[in-house]
């Protein structure tokens, strides 16, 4: 379920103490200035976008947070069989839920790539817990998935089993910020990064691998995986993931 959208910029709010509002008729002035709510999470705004240039005066900065990699599996299979309408409502409805999932969490949904789509946890919005954050969003959204999914393949005549979702979460210091010249992107690069995204491509369709250390930030969850080594693409030592526990939530601020 979708939360409900804050009518100020939680980042702002959060970072500096300033009441941006960023819906309703106060809202309007803003507008004039370029504030409006982010495309990466609409309950912040794209003065947290610029902070890197405009306030800390540096392309890119040091934060420790986590990612995720969510992966729509069955996709490309499905292109020979579904029409071009079906396939782009199929993509929606990920992306939809990816939303709903990441936001909830107050992450950002950072990157869409294709069917898969990148999340940062921590920035701007500051969470101690961001690890648990991650896996409560990675869980949020195979929950969703499954009942949406289970919808468009009765609607379409599929086998429901051919569509899933792969997940992978890393968690350590990373950097995020504008990167390029001619054109310029807003995203984390690194390690951290690149693990998430190779911890995604090991995960079964409905599973959620993430790496030792987010294992190790969330004592509080209800692990039962031992862990396994992993040969992942561009590391040459194997790498212990871990499958999340079941459906996990994380509220307050």
């Given at each position: ?46 003065f947290c976008e610029l ?11 040091d934060i420790d947070a ?31 839920a990816c939303g709903n ?153």
């Amino acid at each position: 379920m979708a939360q409900s959208p804050s009518l100020i910029c939680k980042g702002c709010w959060q970072n500096l103490r300033l009441p941006v509002p960023l819906r309703g008729i106060q809202s309007l002035p803003f507008r004039v200035f370029g504030l409006k709510p982010s495309r990466m999470n609409p309950n912040t705004c794209t003065f947290c976008e610029l902070a890197f240039t405009k306030i800390m005066r540096a392309r890119n900065v040091d934060i420790d947070a986590s990612v995720m990699f969510a992966d729509l599996r069955g996709y490309t299979g499905l292109t020979e069989t579904l029409q071009p309408q079906a396939m782009s409502e199929l993509l929606d409805t990920f992306y939809d839920a990816c939303g709903n999932a990441i936001w909830a969490q107050d992450g950002l949904l950072n990157k869409t790539i294709g069917d898969a789509v990148m999340a940062v946890f921590n920035f701007p919005m500051k969470h101690a817990d961001h690890a648990a954050r991650a896996i409560a969003a990675a869980s949020l959204l195979q929950e969703d998935c499954r009942v949406r999914f289970a919808e468009f393949a009765r609607t379409h005549g599929i086998d429901e089993r051919s569509l899933g979702v792969g997940i992978g979460i890393a968690s350590g210091v990373m950097k995020f910020g504008e990167f390029g010249h001619s054109h310029r992107d807003l995203t984390a690069i690194g390690t951290v990064v690149n693990l998430a995204a190779r911890a995604q491509s090991a995960a079964v369709p409905g599973e959620i691998l993430v790496t030792q250390q987010v294992h190790d930030r969330t004592p509080a969850l209800a692990w039962k995986d031992t862990g396994r080594d992993y040969t992942l693409k561009g590391f040459e030592a194997p790498i212990r993931l871990y499958a999340a526990p079941g459906i996990t939530r994380t509220t307050g601020e």
